[in-house]
């Protein structure tokens, strides 16, 4: 049996939060701890990739670049031991053999034999050098030295950048030095060979930090590198990242020539050579970020709807509380009512008793001779009448007390309540209080008692005709509730606050004056729609008026077989 709403006191807001909180952490944890693994182990994979795929083309042409300088020097030495002075001073017979080496490999620009005093005996090639001293270069005393020298690049009497090599030769007690130039361009052929990519580098550079060739964007050859070299062994090769020019960060691999004290650097954009593996890290942050977003839709959605269903949970269990509240009181109450009854309808009697007698006195004397006959005979009318009015309220504290077992007959909500109009439609007239019908044709028929039900549909005509006074509306309306009926009472009166909606069925609380209620009206009311096994419901706001809905089942419960008792 429902009183009023009642509202559970629970901080759900609280609980929403605390929820939701313990969801998102228990749900978004794995995710992102997931996310994280995968893009820690392919931010490993991915520097192990471009670490081992441009530490493997630097070492690939680190051997591609030694054994074309060696070949070279190879090649100058056999060319300088097997051949006699007498052919390579004659320049005709030095230009056969140069023509016979370039057919072979195109690698060298000049050829020339120098002698002691550092000037050309014969020279094949494209500069004029017939006049050229070397005696004061440092090639020159280099390869006095050492027998056989690689040079750096420098510029020399051709006025361009290049590298010689040179050998020194003794024959006969005759000394003389063969002497060769590279062609830059085979090296550069074999460095633009090294990577593809639009913002690949590769280049040479000396122990000294300058440029043996030209580099993309570290500047041009014979420039000086504006970074210092990692100290390199033999065959050691040193990964690291280094800034361009562009903005953007190159890894480069170097490793240190074996044929000449040269450094090979190879260098390249990796986000480019990589781009699928970038693609990759995003397709992953992506799923992280939309299945923490589906994620956190689902706890906020599940959340509220756990929060719901314990608020009506919580409803129904105050709904229950309040019913079972209510149950007790009205057990307790009618016991004592019932009690409180039948000890002040003996004193009651007495007292009628005793007036009817003191009225049957007053007959038997003549007014004319008892000086206050009128005022005894009125005293004892009024006597009389209270007791008639006390009774009424002892018999209705029996009825509150009694268990009443409700009979079963065929019931029509509309045509109960109209009867029940009927009997109060003249007070409503003459208080200008219009009663609006709004019937539910496909109303079902029900079993119940109708005479109780009759008894409960007045009393709350009658208190809604009290409550709005005069000038006012009262609305019934009647509709089909799953296997039952509803019947609403409506009325324009000045409604209630919450305080006494809380006790609006408490036996003997009214809000009517002293002297015009006894406050049993609608406790009896829920007493009997209680053992009907219905429900009534209050809702009412202050200026608003108020709502009594009343619930019936299609078959009134049995009960044990009592007396019926109106109040």
């Known amino acids: 049996m429902l009183l009023t709403s009642p509202t559970p006191h629970r901080g759900y807001k609280r609980i929403y939060r605390r929820l939701l909180l313990t969801l998102l952490l228990l749900a978004l944890t794995p995710l992102a701890a997931l996310g994280l693994f995968c893009l820690d182990r392919i931010n490993i994979i991915y520097d192990e990739k471009i670490s081992a795929g441009i530490e493997a083309v630097t070492s690939?042409?680190?051997?591609?670049?030694?054994?074309?300088?060696?070949?070279?020097v190879g090649q100058i030495k056999t060319l300088a031991f097997?051949?006699?002075?007498?052919?390579?001073?004659?320049?005709?017979?030095?230009?056969?053999?140069?023509?016979?080496?370039?057919?072979?490999?195109?690698?060298?620009?000049?050829?020339?034999?120098?002698?002691?005093?550092?000037?050309h005996v014969s020279y094949v090639g494209p500069f004029d050098l017939h006049e050229a001293d070397y005696t004061d270069t440092p090639w020159f005393r280099e390869v006095l030295r050492k027998g056989v020298y690689v040079s750096d690049v420098f510029m020399g009497y051709r006025h361009v950048p290049h590298i010689i090599i040179a050998v020194l030769r003794h024959e006969g007690g005759r000394s003389y030095i063969m002497r060769a130039t590279i062609d830059m361009e085979a090296i550069d052929a074999l460095l633009r060979r090294v990577y593809s990519g639009r913002r690949s580098d590769a280049f040479?550079?000396?122990?000294?930090?300058?440029?043996?060739?030209?580099?993309?964007?570290?500047?041009?050859?014979?420039?000086?590198?504006?970074?210092p070299l990692p100290n390199l062994?033999?065959?050691?090769?040193?990964?690291?990242?280094?800034?361009?020019?562009?903005?953007?960060?190159?890894?480069?691999?170097?490793?240190?020539?074996?044929?000449?004290?040269?450094?090979?650097?190879?260098?390249?954009?990796?986000?480019?050579?990589?781009?699928?593996?970038?693609?990759?890290?995003?397709?992953?942050?992506?799923?992280?970020?939309?299945?923490?977003?589906l994620v956190s839709a689902g706890a906020v959605l599940c959340t509220r709807h756990l929060v719901s269903t314990l608020a009506d949970f919580d409803q129904k269990q105050a709904h229950i509380d309040a019913r079972m509240l209510q149950s007790s009181k009205m057990a307790a109450l009618g016991k004592m009512a019932a009690g409180v009854a039948h000890e002040v309808n003996n004193p009651?009697?007495?007292?009628?008793?005793?007036?009817?007698?003191?009225?049957?006195?007053?007959?038997?004397?003549?007014?004319?001779?008892?000086?206050?006959?009128?005022?005894?005979?009125?005293?004892?009318?009024?006597?009389?009448?209270?007791?008639?009015?006390?009774?009424?309220?002892?018999?209705?504290?029996?009825?509150?007390?009694?268990?009443?077992?409700?009979?079963?007959?065929?019931?029509?909500?509309?045509?109960?309540?109209?009867?029940?109009?009927?009997?109060?439609?003249?007070?409503?007239?003459?208080?200008?209080?219009?009663?609006?019908?709004?019937?539910?044709?496909?109303?079902?028929?029900?079993?119940?008692?109708?005479?109780?039900?009759?008894?409960?549909?007045?009393?709350?005509?009658?208190?809604?005709?009290?409550?709005?006074?005069?000038?006012?509306?009262?609305?019934?309306?009647?509709?089909?509730?799953?296997?039952?009926?509803?019947?609403?009472?409506?009325?324009?009166?000045?409604?209630?606050?919450?305080?006494?909606?809380?006790?609006?069925?408490?036996p003997f609380f009214t809000t009517k004056k002293v002297g015009e209620g006894t406050g049993l009206g609608?406790?009896?009311?829920?007493?009997?729609?209680?053992?009907?096994?219905?429900?009534?419901?209050?809702?009412?706001?202050?200026?608003?008026?108020?709502?009594?809905c009343i619930t019936l089942p299609h078959e009134a419960a049995p009960g044990p077989a009592e007396e019926s008792v109106q109040a």
């Open 60 to 72: 690939s042409k680190h051997r591609a670049l030694d054994t074309f300088i060696v070949e070279r």
């Open 82 to 119: 097997t051949h006699p002075y007498a052919e390579l001073s004659d320049p005709a017979r030095l230009s056969e053999i140069f023509s016979v080496m370039q057919n072979n490999s195109r690698s060298f620009v000049d050829l020339g034999i120098i002698g002691m005093d550092g000037r």
């Open 204 to 227: 040479l550079v000396s122990e000294q930090g300058v440029l043996q060739t030209d580099s993309r964007y570290y500047g041009k050859i014979m420039d000086k590198l504006q970074m």
């Open 233 to 293: 062994s033999r065959s050691s090769m040193v990964t690291e990242s280094l800034s361009a020019p562009h903005g953007k960060e190159l890894l480069a691999a170097m490793m240190r020539l074996e044929s000449v004290p040269w450094v090979l650097v190879v260098a390249d954009d990796v986000r480019e050579s990589l781009e699928p593996l970038r693609q990759l890290k995003m397709l992953i942050l992506l799923f992280v970020v939309l299945g923490g977003a």
């Open 348 to 506: 009651l009697m007495l007292i009628q008793e005793n007036a009817g007698w003191i009225r049957d006195l007053l007959d038997d004397e003549s007014p004319e001779r008892m000086k206050n006959y009128q005022e005894i005979l009125e005293s004892t009318a009024k006597i009389e009448q209270h007791v008639v009015r006390a009774k009424g309220i002892t018999q209705r504290m029996l009825g509150f007390g009694r268990r009443m077992n409700p009979s079963h007959m065929e019931i029509l909500l509309s045509a109960l309540a109209d009867q029940a109009v009927e009997m109060l439609k003249t007070e409503a007239a003459n208080r200008n209080i219009a009663i609006s019908k709004e019937y539910d044709p496909q109303l079902p028929v029900i079993l119940s008692d109708p005479a109780q039900l009759e008894q409960v549909f007045i009393n709350i005509i009658d208190n809604a005709i009290d409550a709005v006074g005069k000038d006012g509306k009262l609305t019934i309306r009647t509709e089909a509730c799953g296997a039952g009926a509803r019947i609403t009472f409506t009325d324009s009166g000045p409604g209630m606050d919450e305080e006494t909606l809380k006790r609006i069925f408490d």
């Open 522 to 548: 609608l406790a009896i009311c829920y007493t009997i729609l209680e053992k009907l096994g219905g429900r009534i419901e209050v809702s009412s706001r202050p200026g608003e008026g108020t709502s009594f």
